[in-house]
């Protein structure tokens, strides 16, 4: 028997035994969103009453998160480099925290100032070299690993296979749980008349042979909507989700023109269904790295004509975004909304743009006066390029404050135009018209 074959049969044990390891006051890292070991996660959650202040880090959680519940205030208390409807209320009532980080930094966090304890992963079965990979997450996963004094690894096969850079080694495993079940699930969003709009307006900056960041939801699956016509687009992406494969298979999408990576489709993370699953597994022209890599603004920034699309809370009328709190409320965090937004802004031919509906539910303007009090900024106003709403694009890179305001203005639903044109007036000593 190979080395590798008897560390593998030597670590092998049961999740039960391998969460009694988590000890308490231990930072714990979870691999991110749907790379989640959710069977290890169960089985921590049912030997809780063992632990006191087991913090638990990740960024987007897509598993139940039990371990945010009001009973278990006292066995773990959660910090999120990102909050989402599971975790959102643990942090609003104070049992839990929120780090504020760019994505792309998270692994220098755990290499410095935040040591890892113990990192909870899921990974593929070893290859006949020994090496598994992350699938659906490599991220900030790949580093945990690296760093954790504790490595605990779901094998799953269900997980993708998804390259070279994906891979960990099976002597970097020190408890190893084998468990197959089907990964978590990112369905399509459901796509109303507003997102079409902002999808269809966000298609007419995009041009034939461009490269694409987009984020997570509604919008950008819209956008993907309208871009059936383009040709020799590319992906350097933090994720992607089934509405890329649609344009693959229709040849829309090829990765042809790509100035960094040519052919291939760069990314740190999967969000979607079992298609999504399917389409990355073995494939080659798929490259998973980590996020360090694929969202440091200066490697997104070799690509040229880089376009990232990203959402807000709000935009002030100087173009600053509030993209993860509403007021004080921290509902998500700042993602890779910025890292891409800065390497959009050097690549050659680059553009940025910042896609909202111009309402929420038709009752309140996302383009606001100033920013709630309490709402942090999070992309700058010497960052922004575009915003778009259902009602145009408004360009506000290049343009003064006068100029972005009126932009603005001219994109923000009629219904609040006037009330904004007020303060336009008032902010400028202007008339909006002349
Ligand atoms: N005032 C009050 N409430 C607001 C609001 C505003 N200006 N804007 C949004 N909300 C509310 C919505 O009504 C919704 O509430 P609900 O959950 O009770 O229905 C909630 O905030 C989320 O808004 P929604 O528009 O449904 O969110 P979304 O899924 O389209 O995401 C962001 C929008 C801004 C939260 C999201 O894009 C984000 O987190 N961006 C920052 C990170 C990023 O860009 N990452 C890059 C890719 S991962």
Redesign the pocket.
């Known amino acids: 028997m190979s080395d590798w074959k008897r560390y593998y049969q030597e670590h092998l044990t049961t999740a039960e035994e391998a969460v009694k390891r988590i000890k308490s006051g231990n930072r714990v890292v979870v691999a991110h969103a749907c790379g989640e070991p959710t069977y290890l996660i169960d089985k921590m959650i049912e030997n809780a009453s063992v632990y006191k202040d087991v913090e638990i880090v990740h960024m ?1 959680a897509m598993g139940k998160a039990e371990y945010c519940k009001p009973e278990y205030a006292e066995n773990f208390r959660h910090n999120a480099f ?1 909050v989402g ?1 599971t975790t959102r209320k643990a942090i609003e009532e104070g049992r839990g925290d929120f780090t504020p980080c760019f ?1 792309f930094e998270i692994p220098e966090r755990f290499r410095t100032d935040m040591p890892v304890d113990v990192a909870m992963i899921t990974c593929t079965p070893p290859d006949e070299n020994g090496r598994c990979s992350l699938g659906v997450s490599v991220d900030y996963t790949q580093e945990a690993v690296k760093d954790a004094k504790i490595v605990i690894a779901q094998v799953n096969e269900e997980m993708p296979w998804t390259g070279e850079h994906s891979l960990i080694d099976v002597t970097d495993l020190d408890f190893i749980v084998e468990h197959d079940e089907p990964l978590i699930e990112l369905q399509p969003s459901k796509i109303g008349d507003i997102e079409r709009a902002i999808g269809e307006n966000c298609a007419k900056l995009i041009k034939d042979g461009d490269t694409l ?7 950008p699956d819209a956008v993907l909507m309208f871009l059936g016509d383009k040709k020799d687009l590319g992906i350097h992406s ?2 992607f989700s089934d509405g890329v494969v649609n344009l693959v298979e229709k040849g829309v999408i090829n990765n042809s023109k790509k100035t960094l990576h040519p052919g291939q489709f760069i990314v740190t993370f999967l969000m979607g269904t079992k298609k999504l699953y399917d389409f990355v597994d073995h494939n080659p022209a798929v490259d998973m790295y980590p996020v360090d890599y694929v969202n440091n603004p200066f490697i997104v920034a070799q690509n040229e004509n880089l376009v990232s699309i ?5 935009v002030d009328l100087y173009g600053q975004t ?3 709190t ?1 007021g004080n409320l921290q ?7 910025v890292d ?1 937004v800065r390497g959009a802004a050097a690549s050659k031919g680059g553009r940025s743009i910042i896609a ?2 111009s309402t ?2 038709g009752k ?3 383009i ?1 006066p100033l920013l ?1 009090e309490g709402a942090p900024v ?1 992309t700058s106003r010497n960052d922004i390029d575009y915003v778009v709403t259902e009602y145009g694009i408004a360009k506000l890179k290049g343009r003064t404050n006068r100029q972005r305001a009126k932009n603005l203005i001219n994109i923000a639903h009629p219904d609040f135009r006037a009330d904004l044109k007020k303060v336009y007036e008032q902010r400028f000593h202007c008339s909006f018209d002349e």
């Not at 960041?213 to 919008?219: D, E, K, S, V």
């Not at 990203?310 to 709000?314: D, E, K, R």
């Not at 509902?331 to 909304?337: A, E, K, M, R, Y």
């Open positions: 987007v990102f409807g994505f960041q987009l984020g997570i939801g509604a919008i933090e994720m990203n959402s807000a809370v709000q509030a993209s993860e509403i509902i998500s965090g700042v993602g890779g909304q891409f909202i509906p929420v539910k309140i303007s996302k606001v709630d999070t």
